[in-house]
């Protein structure tokens, strides 16, 4: 079962039976359209492939090719990454990533070009993934929901949940913990 998520890391979830429950998305902006931004992803888990336990395979393949090996940095190049961590909050696994952008088309925000009057928005079909909450306004355009920032914003922060079925997966915290005392 692949998942493929479109926007920034999200391919960092796209093997095995890996996935996630919910990310939160945080950038801050400079006038020119670069800034930096971070990305929490909660509940960090794997789902049984055909019936077998693939956590340690998924576990693996999230720490060697996307937390210290450079397959995030090729599927995201409008990113400079600057951070990328594992962490246990609530019992279950996290992951964060940090970085800057020069433009903010890499974050998947638009603003009328040459145009610093203009809002800051999100569009419809930016993101594969569903938001539940966020610091703009929701603007409905026909049956689209778009969500805007004024041209003053200097932080955008939204939610999505990009699965909510989290009852019969693995959780990694154990794949997690024993990986940090192995590396001690």
């Not at 955008?156 to 909510?164: D, F, G, L, Q, R």
Request: net charge negative; glycine share 8%; hydrophobic share 35%.
């Amino acid at each position: 079962m692949k998942k493929v998520f479109l926007l920034v890391v999200a391919a960092m979830f796209a093997v095995g039976c890996l996935n996630v429950q919910n990310k939160t998305y945080t950038f801050k902006l400079n006038a020119d359209g670069s800034g930096s931004g971070s990305i929490l992803f909660y509940n960090i888990h794997s789902s049984d492939e055909e019936e077998r336990d693939v956590s340690f395979k998924d576990f693996g393949t999230l720490v060697t090719d996307y937390l210290e090996g450079s397959t995030l940095e090729g599927e995201n190049e409008g990113y400079t990454y600057t951070k990328k961590e594992l962490f246990e909050k609530d019992g279950v696994l996290c992951g964060k990533v940090e970085f800057t952008f020069t433009d903010f088309g890499a974050a998947s925000l638009y603003r009328t070009a040459g145009c610093d009057c203009a809002p800051i928005l999100l569009l419809p079909g930016a993101i594969s993934e569903t938001i539940l909450e966020h610091n703009g306004n929701s603007v409905t355009l026909g049956s689209s929901e778009v969500i805007e920032w004024g041209a003053d914003a200097a932080e955008i922060t939204y939610k999505t949940e990009v699965t909510s079925d989290v009852e019969n997966v693995r959780n990694l915290v154990e794949q997690y913990k024993n990986w940090k005392k192995m590396k001690k």
